[in-house]
């Protein structure tokens, strides 16, 4: 039977057992979309780097005889909507039937269900085979629970996948969790391993994108790319991953400096969201380099690098899913805020913010504490529009996709879900910054002063913060003691907070 299979430009999972197939009748689409370049402002290395990696993708399937339909977006059948595309396809070759892997993001499974629908020959739906939980396993775990802890579910996941326990089924290194021992400041030592081997030019895929006129944020050195767009690069990313950063990997896994963009983060997201990369064999693979050096490397870190993947990976998924599709609308704290202006340039005294924005914009890339505790804190303490926000997450990252850029964004980092993702509100002054970073010794604001013209603006913003939304986190007890401190303070403190905070509100671009 003639069939049509669909492979999105996020399901390039290799060990699919689509591929194990020898069928001379199934073919493969594969198709750059205006679709997909235009439902946000995407950071051109993001655009490119799927690009990338869906060209090499149809290449390597090809090399195996697979038939092959690949649409650049230059392509002269190409609809640019893949509806179309797949009406089209089905209409000139004269397919019998129609396959899809199930899509990540929720407007993708509606697009494909209609499509189903709306086609008149059978679709077949599959799973990607790419996480290690279904959908809605979060959803059935934390069934009758009022809080979804991350912590619950990670725990089971290690139970259930077997991953650091020891034989009587208690956790390796006595207990489970070693998030205390990963807050570390990085002074300059140790060295950070930065060779990664391998520059790719995109110099084709850029000027066709140009050619084209899809619009892009961002910079990109077209001669020069470094994200793993292949298999093999993936690959050796992650060795080089094991190799040379998991040994300091969880002691600075908070810690952010003003030279460096990686620090000893993995920079594996894009091969995992692309599916490059599986989950499992990231974890096994990371383990089994801990195990055979197990004399030089503490269990704090292979343990802080399994929680994000094993846990906030596969449970950020599951969130998403349970809460869509009225999660993308949510505002519990009522923030109203424009985005700022240097969101878009980095064009800020703040030199924390400068730096984090400057780093996403360079590199499509920050690193989980930049985007949650200096972009995502500064959107929230602003009291930015959760919409405002997520559209630059949504955007400006390399892996940023809804199904895990949304919970990030709209529930752990701003809050905006009232507390599904998050016990409390990821909120901090100057000082957080200041204790992980270097950033303030070079800052035109002073971390330590509240109120003067020389007040690092975060100081006012936070009890700002905490005053505004006061009814609002009043019965949460992890806020029992800002509240208490606030009380504590005298009018004229508040007051002076409150002058300061609103100026900056008003017009954050002056800062
Ligand atoms: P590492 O620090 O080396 O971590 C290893 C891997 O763990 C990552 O590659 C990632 O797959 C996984 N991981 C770590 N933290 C998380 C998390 N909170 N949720 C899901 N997976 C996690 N991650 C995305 O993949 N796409 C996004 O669009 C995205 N948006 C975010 C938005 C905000 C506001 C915040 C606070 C975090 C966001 N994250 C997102 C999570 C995290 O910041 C990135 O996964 C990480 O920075 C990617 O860099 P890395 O590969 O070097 O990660
Ligand atoms: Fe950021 Fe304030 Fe430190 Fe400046 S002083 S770097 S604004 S935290």
Not at 337 to 356: D, I, K, V
Not at 412 to 427: I, R, W
Request: a neutral charge; charged letters at 25%; hydrophobic letters at 35%.
């Amino acid at each position: 039977m003639k069939r049509l299979r669909l492979v999105l430009g996020d399901q390039l999972n290799h060990n699919h057992s689509w591929y194990r197939d020898d069928d001379a009748e199934t073919w493969y689409f594969i198709a750059e979309m205006r679709q997909e370049t235009d439902y946000a402002s995407h950071h051109i290395q993001k655009v490119v780097a799927f690009f990338e990696a869906m060209a090499e993708f149809a290449a390597w399937l090809k090399v195996r005889g697979k038939n092959v339909i690949h649409y650049t977006l230059d392509h002269p059948e190409n609809s640019q909507n893949l509806g179309t595309n797949i009406a089209g396809l089905v209409a000139k070759h004269q397919f019998a039937c129609f396959q899809y892997q199930l899509p990540d993001e929720y407007r993708l499974d509606q697009q494909l269900a209609q499509l189903a629908d709306d086609l008149s020959i059978p679709t077949e739906v599959f799973d990607s085979e790419h996480f290690l939980t279904e959908r809605n396993a979060l959803s059935k775990f934390f069934e009758g629970k009022k809080t979804l802890l991350m912590e619950s579910f990670y725990r089971h996941m290690r139970k259930q996948h077997d991953i650091l326990l020891t034989s009587a089924g208690e956790p390796e290194g006595g207990q489970w969790n070693f998030d205390q021992s990963n807050r570390k400041k990085w002074t300059g030592s140790p060295e950070i391993p930065h060779a990664r081997g391998f520059r790719k030019n995109v110099t084709a895929t850029v000027a066709r994108l140009e050619h084209c006129g899809v619009k892009t944020i961002g910079a990109i050195d077209p001669q020069q790319f470094s994200w793993p767009t292949s298999r093999e690069d993936a690959l050796a990313v992650l060795r080089h991953f094991c190799s040379a950063l998991l040994p300091h990997f969880g002691d600075y896994q908070d810690a952010m400096h003003d030279r460096e963009v990686y620090l000893f983060h993995s920079r594996l997201s894009f091969a995992l969201n692309s599916k490059l990369l599986h989950p499992q064999e990231v974890i096994d693979k990371a383990i089994a380099h801990w195990r055979a050096h197990q004399s030089e490397i503490d269990i704090s870190q292979i343990e802080g690098f399994v929680r994000q993947i094993l846990g906030w990976r596969e449970y950020m998924r599951g969130i998403y899913w349970k809460a869509m599709p009225d999660y993308r609308r949510c505002n519990r704290l009522h923030n109203h805020r424009p985005l700022p202006e240097f969101y878009w340039s980095g064009n800020t005294q703040m030199n924390c913010l400068h730096h984090a924005i400057r780093n996403s914009l360079d590199n499509a890339y920050a690193h989980h504490i930049q985007r949650l505790m200096i972009t995502g804190n500064f959107a929230l303490l602003a009291q930015v529009h959760p919409d405002q926000v997520e559209a630059w997450y949504l955007g400006i990252y390399i892996d940023a996709i809804e199904w895990v850029e949304m919970p990030n964004t709209r529930g752990m980092s701003q809050f905006a879900d009232g507390g599904l993702v998050a016990t409390k509100p990821y909120v901090s002054s100057g000082s957080y910054i200041h204790k992980m970073s270097n950033y303030c010794e070079s800052c035109r604001y002073n971390v330590k002063e509240r109120t003067s013209d020389e007040a690092c603006p975060f100081n006012s913003l936070y009890w700002h913060f905490i005053e505004e939304k006061r009814e609002r986190l009043a019965h949460n007890p992890r806020m029992s003691m800002m509240l208490h401190q606030l009380d504590k303070m005298s009018d004229a403190d508040r007051k002076a907070l409150r002058t300061r905070a609103r100026q900056i509100i008003q017009n954050p671009d002056k800062f």
